[in-house]
């Protein structure tokens, strides 16, 4: 099959990561202008920064991803296995460490922008179902990919793991900041 015109590099993986890196300055653009914006409706400075910076990296890190994995595969068929840990046992490290990523930035930014979702056990509720709908996406979609289980479950242990690296900074801007450090705008 030969790939013709920009919409066939967006059906590659080389396609997908040039477009990525590509697009970093204008995810900085964005999350500049964000925060500007909230700025000038009174947000503090670290505040305004902090969400501008979690909406754009959640979005960022997890697009292009959700992306490749969209792509249509090659198994000759949709192939579905509900059995846990079955597919596990036959992944190379490389998989395993690509599901493991991909909703790690879901995991780590979401509780910093959302301060609902600032629990380990909600972070995990949240990778839990967007995996599940990936996964369903892929199976409805006759990508002719595999939707597993075990791709579930180490989506969803990647956006927990990444939830417990990142926890820190969402229990810092969880708690109140001085007065004199970030007036607000009544002071």
Same mark, same amino acid.
């Given at each position: !099959?030969?790939?013709?015109?920009?919409?066939?590099?967006?059906?590659?993986?080389?396609?997908?990561?040039?477009?990525?890196?590509?697009?970093?300055?204008?995810?900085?653009?964005?999350?500049?202008?964000?925060? %500007?914006?909230?700025?000038?409706?009174?947000?503090?400075?670290? %505040?305004? %920064?902090?969400?501008?910076?979690?909406?754009?990296?959640? +979005?960022?890190?997890?697009? &292009? +991803?959700?992306?490749?994995?969209?792509?249509?595969?090659?198994? *000759?068929?949709?192939? +579905?296995?509900?059995? &846990?840990?079955?597919?596990?046992?036959? !992944?190379?490290?490389?998989?395993? $460490? *690509?599901?493991?990523?991909?909703?790690?930035?879901? *995991?780590?930014?979401?509780?910093?922008?959302?301060?609902?979702?600032?629990? $380990? /056990?909600?972070?995990?509720?949240?990778?839990?179902?967007?995996?599940?709908?990936?996964?369903?996406?892929?199976?409805?979609?006759?990508?002719? /990919? $595999?939707?597993?289980?075990?791709?579930?479950?180490?989506?969803?242990?990647?956006?927990?793991?990444?939830?417990?690296?990142? /926890?820190?900074?969402?229990?810092?801007?969880?708690?109140?900041? &001085?007065?004199?450090?970030?007036?607000?705008?009544?002071?």
């Amino acid at each position: !099959m030969r790939l013709e015109g920009w919409h066939g590099w967006l059906g590659t993986f080389t396609g997908v990561a040039l477009l990525t890196v590509t697009a970093l300055p204008v995810a900085a653009l964005a999350a500049w202008a964000l925060t %500007r914006r909230r700025r000038l409706a009174g947000a503090p400075a670290p %505040r305004a %920064r902090r969400i501008s910076l979690a909406e754009v990296g959640i +979005v960022y890190g997890t697009v &292009p +991803v959700v992306w490749l994995i969209l792509l249509p595969g090659d198994e *000759g068929g949709a192939v +579905v296995n509900l059995v &846990p840990l079955r597919d596990l046992l036959t !992944m190379n490290t490389g998989q395993i $460490v *690509g599901n493991l990523l991909v909703f790690a930035a879901l *995991g780590s930014l979401a509780p910093l922008r959302f301060a609902a979702l600032a629990s $380990v /056990r909600r972070v995990l509720a949240l990778g839990a179902g967007c995996s599940i709908l990936v996964e369903s996406a892929q199976y409805a979609l006759h990508l002719d /990919r $595999v939707s597993s289980v075990d791709d579930v479950l180490l989506n969803t242990a990647g956006a927990g793991l990444a939830a417990l690296t990142s /926890r820190h900074w969402w229990r810092a801007a969880s708690s109140p900041l &001085p007065a004199a450090c970030c007036p607000t705008a009544t002071q």
